[in-house]
């Protein structure tokens, strides 16, 4: 079974940083990119970060670009975001998801839970 | 706002037919592949139509796709009240080198 599983969420205070993991298995993880999408409480999708099976290309939205680092690490069938700066628009629920060939390449096909983010003083 | 474009909300009787559209560019809907999402209340999106037109293994057929130019289009055919849900488009934009989500689509089933 196909399945992602992120983790590392929590409550964090404004300026702060905070590692996000996910977990995949059921697939070969180094044959595909994976993105982040997170969604604030209430509002839409909002795609934030995505890596190409060999992280030799990488993107940001605009929102984060500068403040996050995404990376994997294709032995341990993991992927990572690292959140820097952490401002409180950034609160939201943040999810892993499987992605194409290439960074490019959508659809989004498999999601996890999502790991939820809260930035609060 | 959102670089792509959906109605906010739509509704039809259970039964009915409806139809949500997505509207783009040529950055985005017009030179790269469309896919829609449905998430139900409370649990992740999942993908029920990609590369346009095509919907993965266990999608009925009674979704659908079309791309036209820069808008896309999702259709619902014979409604069911499990289908209340809200619906969002997606791709990729070539300009700005980012995935990108329309707003969402809030389906009622009356």
């Known amino acids: 079974e196909v399945q992602l599983v992120e983790s590392g969420g929590g409550l964090v205070q404004p300026g702060r940083s905070l590692r996000l993991s996910c977990a995949a298995s059921g697939f070969t993880f180094d044959d595909y990119a994976m993105h982040w999408v997170r969604q604030a409480p209430g509002k839409g999708l909002e795609w934030v970060s995505g890596i190409s099976w060999n992280s030799g290309s990488i993107g940001y939205a605009d929102s984060v670009k500068g403040r996050f680092t995404i990376s994997r690490d294709n032995a341990k069938n993991s992927l990572y975001l690292q959140m820097n700066s952490l401002r409180a628009e950034d609160t939201a629920l943040y999810y892993c998801?499987?992605?194409?060939?290439?960074?490019?390449?959508?659809?989004?096909?498999?999601w996890g839970q999502g790991t939820m983010v809260t930035v609060s003083s | 706002q959102s670089v792509l474009t959906q109605p906010p909300s739509v509704s039809a009787a259970p039964g009915q037919k409806v139809t949500i559209s997505c509207s783009g560019s040529?950055?985005?809907?017009?030179?790269?592949?469309v896919s829609w999402y449905q998430q139900l209340p409370g649990t992740a999106p999942k993908l029920l139509i990609y590369d346009n037109n095509k919907r993965p293994s266990g999608i009925p057929d009674r979704f659908s796709g079309s791309k036209s130019g820069t808008s896309a289009t999702l259709g619902i055919t014979g409604l069911q009240t499990g289908d209340e849900a809200d619906y969002y488009c997606g791709t990729w934009d070539s300009s700005l080198s980012a995935g990108k989500f329309g707003g969402g689509t809030k389906l009622t089933v009356l």
């Open positions: 998801a499987k992605g194409g060939l290439s960074i490019t390449g959508t659809p989004w096909r498999i």
């Open positions: 040529s950055s985005n809907i017009g030179n790269n592949y």
